[in-house]
C-alpha cells in the first residue's frame, strides 16, 4: 500500500457532540490523556469557563493561541491518528457549530444519565443526520444516581430515532456503581474510585464466572447483571458495523468521564471501528479520499492570535491527496493559484508547521482576507465541495454607527466577519441599512465586540422589523424579475451577493411564498 493510502486509512476525524454540561470538555480531556498529547487532567478544563458569560468570552478570546489551538487536537492511539473537531461550546447555539460538523467523518454523542437527550443534542443529531453521519454514544456520569439504562437507550431510540447496541453495560450506578461488563470481549472492568484508570491498572474479569468475580461485586450486583443482561441481549439490537457507519445504529458505552472509567473501551473501540475519511460530494463529481490529488474545503475562519494584524485562520479539512510545505493551490472560488508554505497542524500537545497533512486531517492556512468559508482548493482542477450550508438567521439588528464618518471601516468589518461566519450581513434594496442576522444572540454581542477591537468601529445594534430571511432561487429569469418588482420592499442582497427575502412576519413570508410558486424559498444557502 502507498503512505498515501496507509496514511488516509488510520486517520479518524470526528467531533463530540452533546448538550452543555454533559461531560464533553472532561471527556476529550480524557482522550488527550490516553493520546499522550498532555500529561495531566485539568489542561483543557481551564477554558471553558469562558462559555456562560460574554465577557469572558471575550477575555479568552483574547489567548487566541488557545482557542485556535484547541479547534483541532490531533493525537496518536494505537496504529491510528485521531483529529478530534472542537465544537464551539458557548451556551449559544452557534452556526459554527454545525460547520464543524460538516468536516467530520463521524460523531460521538455524550448524554449525561440523569438528564437523558437534551434539546441541543437533538439539534445537534438533526445535522448530523444531513449526512447520515455514523455516531457512537457515551452515557456519562455513572459515578452518579441516573435513569435505569434500560430507560436511557429506549429514549435514544425514541427521540432520536436511532437504533442502540450497547456495548458495555453498567454494573448498579451512583454509590453502588461496581463497574462495566463489555458485551464483546466478554469482560467485567471494575470500577475502583479515586484511580485514574488506563487499561493496566484497573481490575478486569474475564466472563461472569471469572474466579474472584463474586467477591469483587457482590453476589446481589452479579445476580442482578446477569438478569439484566438476559433481558438487554433479547430487546436491544447486536453490534452491526454496516448499520452503525450507514448512522442507523449507536453502539452504546456507558462510564464517568471525570473519574477516566470506561473511556479507554470507548476509545479502543472508536478508533478500530469509526469511519477512515469518506468520499465526498463537489457540484460535478465524488471526490475519493484514495486520490492522489489534493482537495480540501474551508469549514471554519478564526481571527489569529494577532488581531492588530488581522491575521486569521482557515480551516481546511484535507479531502483527498497530500499536502506538503510549499505545494501550489488553486482557490477554484477566485480562480487564484497560492503557494502555501507555512501551514499549521494540530497537534494536541504543540502548535507546529505541518509538513506533510493527508485526507482526514485539518491545516490552517494563514488568512489575510481572501479565503471564504466554503472555498475548496485545489491541484488545478475547478471544482467545489458541497454541503457547507449558512443557516438562514432568526435574530435580525439594525446596525447604528455612533460616528458616522466610520461606515466605511464599519462595512468593512461586517464583511470579514460575515466571511468567518461571525454573523450574517444583509444590505436592503430600499434602504441603505445594514441589516445583521444571527442564530444565537450572543453573536452580537461579540460583533459589537470585535468591531470595536479589531476595526476601530463603535455600533450598536437596534431592533427591526424581520422575523426570518429566505436565500431566493427561480430558473425562470422573467419571473424573478417580477417578484423582485413586486417584493422589493422585502429583498435584501448578503455579504455574498445572493438575493435574500427578509421577512417582517411569519405569515407574510407564508403569503409571498403562495403567490410566487415558481420561487424557490431556501432556509440554507450552500457556500460556494
Ligand atoms: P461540557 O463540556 O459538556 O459542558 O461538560 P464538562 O466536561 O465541563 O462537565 C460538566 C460538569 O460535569 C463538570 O462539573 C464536570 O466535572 C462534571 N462531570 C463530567 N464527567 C463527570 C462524571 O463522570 N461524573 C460526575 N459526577 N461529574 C462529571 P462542574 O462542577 O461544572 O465543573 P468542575 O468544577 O467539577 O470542574
Not at 451512583?174 to 487499561?199: A, C, Q, S, W
Not at 442507523?248 to 477516566?260: E, M, Y
Not at 494540530?346 to 489575510?368: C, K, Q, T, W
Not at 468591531?451 to 431592533?463: I, R, S
Amino acid at each position: 500500500m502507498s503512505s498515501h493510502l496507509q496514511e488516509t486509512h488510520r486517520r479518524r476525524t470526528f467531533a463530540i457532540v452533546s448538550h452543555p454540561d454533559a461531560g464533553k470538555t472532561t471527556l476529550t480531556e480524557k482522550l488527550l490523556l490516553f493520546g499522550g498529547a498532555i500529561q495531566m487532567a485539568g489542561s483543557v478544563k481551564g477554558r471553558k469557563a469562558a462559555r456562560h458569560a460574554t465577557s469572558d468570552w471575550m477575555a479568552l478570546e483574547k489567548e487566541r493561541g488557545i482557542s485556535v489551538t484547541s479547534s483541532v487536537m490531533q493525537f496518536p492511539y494505537e496504529d491510528k491518528i485521531v483529529n478530534l473537531l472542537d465544537t464551539p461550546g458557548h451556551a449559544d447555539f452557534s452556526e459554527d457549530t454545525y460547520r464543524v460538523l460538516t468536516a467530520v467523518d463521524s460523531a460521538l454523542m455524550v448524554i449525561d444519565c440523569a438528564k437523558g437527550v437534551e434539546e441541543r443534542t437533538i439539534k445537534l443529531m438533526e445535522v448530523c443526520r444531513l449526512r447520515d453521519t455514523p455516531i457512537m454514544t457515551f452515557i456519562n456520569k455513572l459515578d452518579r444516581e441516573g435513569r435505569s439504562p434500560v430507560e436511557l437507550l429506549d429514549e435514544v431510540e425514541s427521540v432520536l430515532g436511532i437504533a442502540c447496541a450497547p456495548l458495555t453495560w453498567p454494573i448498579g450506578m451512583g454509590k453502588r456503581l461496581k463497574g462495566v461488563y463489555h458485551m464483546l470481549l466478554d469482560e467485567v472492568h471494575i470500577f475502583e474510585p479515586g484511580k485514574n484508570f488506563t487499561r493496566q491498572d484497573s481490575t478486569i474479569f474475564k466472563g461472569l464466572d471469572a474466579p474472584g468475580l463474586e467477591e469483587a461485586i457482590g453476589t446481589e450486583a452479579l445476580n442482578e447483571l446477569r438478569e439484566e443482561l438476559e433481558l438487554v441481549q433479547g430487546a436491544s439490537h447486536p453490534f452491526e458495523l454496516d448499520k452503525y457507519l450507514a448512522g442507523k445504529l449507536t453502539p452504546v458505552f456507558f462510564g464517568s468521564a471525570v473519574n477516566n472509567f470506561g473511556v479507554q473501551l470507548l476509545l479502543d473501540f472508536f478508533v478500530e471501528h469509526a469511519p477512515a475519511p469518506r468520499s465526498r460530494n463537489t457540484l460535478g463529481r465524488e471526490v475519493k479520499p484514495e486520490e492522489e490529488k489534493l482537495t480540501g474545503f474551508v469549514f471554519k475562519i478564526q481571527a489569529n492570535m494577532d488581531p492588530a494584524h488581522r491575521d486569521r485562520v482557515a480551516f481546511m479539512r484535507v479531502c483527498s491527496g497530500t499536502y506538503t510545505a510549499g505545494m501550489k493551490m488553486l482557490q477554484t472560488r477566485t480562480n487564484k493559484e497560492v503557494r502555501i508554505a507555512n501551514a499549521l497542524t494540530f497537534m494536541a500537545s504543540d502548535r507546529e508547521i505541518v509538513e506533510s497533512a493527508y485526507p482526514g486531517d485539518v491545516i490552517g492556512l494563514h488568512n489575510h482576507g481572501t479565503i471564504s468559508i466554503g472555498d475548496t482548493f485545489t491541484e488545478g482542477e475547478a471544482i467545489s465541495f458541497t454541503g457547507i450550508p449558512n443557516f438562514a438567521p432568526e435574530l435580525f439588528r439594525r446596525a447604528r454607527l455612533r460616528d458616522p464618518l466610520k461606515m466605511k471601516a464599519l462595512q468593512k468589518g461586517l464583511a470579514q466577519l460575515s466571511e468567518e461566519g461571525a454573523t450574517q450581513f444583509f444590505r436592503p434594496l430600499m434602504s441603505n441599512d445594514l441589516i445583521l442576522g444571527a442564530v444565537g444572540v450572543l453573536q452580537f454581542d461579540v460583533v459589537a465586540y470585535r468591531l470595536k477591537d479589531e476595526y476601530g468601529v463603535d455600533a450598536t445594534f437596534e431592533p427591526v422589523g424581520v422575523v426570518t430571511a429566505r436565500w431566493i432561487h427561480c430558473d425562470d429569469a422573467k419571473k424573478l424579475e417580477e417578484f423582485r418588482e413586486k417584493n422589493a420592499m422585502n429583498l435584501g442582497i448578503d455579504a455574498a451577493g445572493e438575493l435574500v427575502y427578509l421577512a417582517p412576519t411569519r405569515v407574510n413570508l407564508q403569503l409571498a411564498q403562495e403567490r410566487s410558486p415558481a420561487v424557490r424559498f431556501s432556509a440554507t444557502r450552500e457556500h460556494a
